[in-house]
């Protein structure tokens, strides 16, 4: 018998856990876009997949250049992770030591306690007001001298509620400025509300403040992990030094690359799940849900004790939503068709 042991602060660690994959159900667990990728990209990795004897590059080199063009921004701003998740761990690893601590809003992305627990670091949560949406200001009361990290996910995962430009400068003009705070906007291009803030404005403006972004979500990438940060020349610096070599497979970044040059075909696409996201919730509500305004490309349903039954019910109608024991569902938005079986499934729930 070893006697070698793991860290004990991992009993305590909660698992990741991803969207269930069910033979002949219709999978809304996870925020997928239904099309896959685009058909340029999918001739762009078919391309690739015939150099995957080599070592990617390892420091993303020709993606990293595409897009410091695309968002004119300098290559020495931008950090390519191997999805924004691991970006969240690079930043905690590259900022916190054990001393420091990490805010984040609570319930939101539910990978950010795993990592800083990972990491090491201390985590304080604050919970969401009454409306599902980040209390900004009682994200900034919970901020003290001890904290170096704040993510704030707009739209906020997994509500997808909105944080808007005002509260929002409001908040950041109150953080002291050896605060780092992450803007998580993985779901930036589903976003249509004029009032909504730009991260990637925001951080050319501030110092302290960093930006997140992905190709999992309205790219069509989940499978292939890729994302990336722009931030401060030292911070994005620092993440490059914790990245570990290789881990953004030469695939990824090939499919990356091809996304940003079929960016037509991309919003056209988005722009038929913003319609779908605003049928699909106009149904819920007229059902007597009580459903959050959404900016994403879910929408959440704060079922409170009543989420995992709902999880069965939809199930038992062969339709794979997200469960958060003892707070809500969330449900991506997907096709029309798909959306008609989740709304069916709703209807028939008894509550």
């Known amino acids: 018998m070893t006697n070698v042991q793991p860290r004990a602060d991992l009993a305590t660690l909660p698992s990741y856990v991803p969207g269930r994959v069910i033979p002949g159900a219709i999978k809304l667990a996870s925020n997928e876009v239904a099309g896959g990728p685009l058909p340029s990209v999918a001739k762009a990795i078919g391309q690739a997949a015939a150099e995957i004897h080599r070592y990617p590059d390892t420091g993303c080199g020709e993606l990293t250049e595409r897009l410091a063009a695309k968002l004119g921004e300098s290559p020495e701003r931008i950090a390519i992770g191997c999805g924004s998740v691991t970006l969240c761990q690079q930043m905690i690893q590259a900022l916190c030591t054990e001393q420091d601590t990490v805010v984040f809003p609570w319930r939101s992305f539910e990978a950010y306690p795993i990592v800083t627990q990972v990491v090491g670091a201390q985590q304080v949560r604050v919970p969401l007001t009454p409306g599902h949406a980040i209390d900004l200001d009682a994200v900034a009361a919970a901020v003290t001298p001890t904290t170096r990290l704040v993510f704030v996910c707009t739209p906020n995962n997994p509500t997808g509620t909105l944080i808007r430009k005002q509260e929002l400068n409001r908040f950041l003009d109150a953080v002291p400025t050896n605060v780092m705070v992450v803007l998580d906007e993985a779901y930036w291009e589903f976003v249509d509300d004029a009032d909504a803030p730009n991260g990637l404005e925001i951080a050319r403006e501030r110092e302290n403040v960093a930006m ?10 989940a499978g292939l992990r890729i994302g990336y940060c722009v931030a401060p020349e030292h911070v994005a610096a ?62 959440w349903l704060p079922l409170g004790e009543r989420a995992v039954a709902f999880n069965e019910h939809c199930l038992s109608h062969k339709v794979i939503v997200r469960a958060f024991a003892g707070d809500g569902a969330r449900v991506t938005v997907s096709t029309p068709e798909e959306n008609d079986v989740f709304l069916a499934a709703a209807r028939s729930f008894s509550r």
């Open 212 to 221: 997140l972004r992905t190709f999992s979500k309205a790219y069509g990438l």
């Open 238 to 299: 620092a993440l490059r030094k914790v990245y570990i070599p290789f881990s953004v497979n030469h695939i990824a970044q090939a499919a990356a690359v091809a996304s940003l040059e079929a960016e037509d075909e991309l919003f056209e696409r988005v722009r038929v799940i913003k319609d779908e996201r605003i049928r699909v919730r106009d149904e819920l509500l007229a059902l007597g849900y009580d459903v959050p305004e959404t900016q994403a490309n879910f929408v």
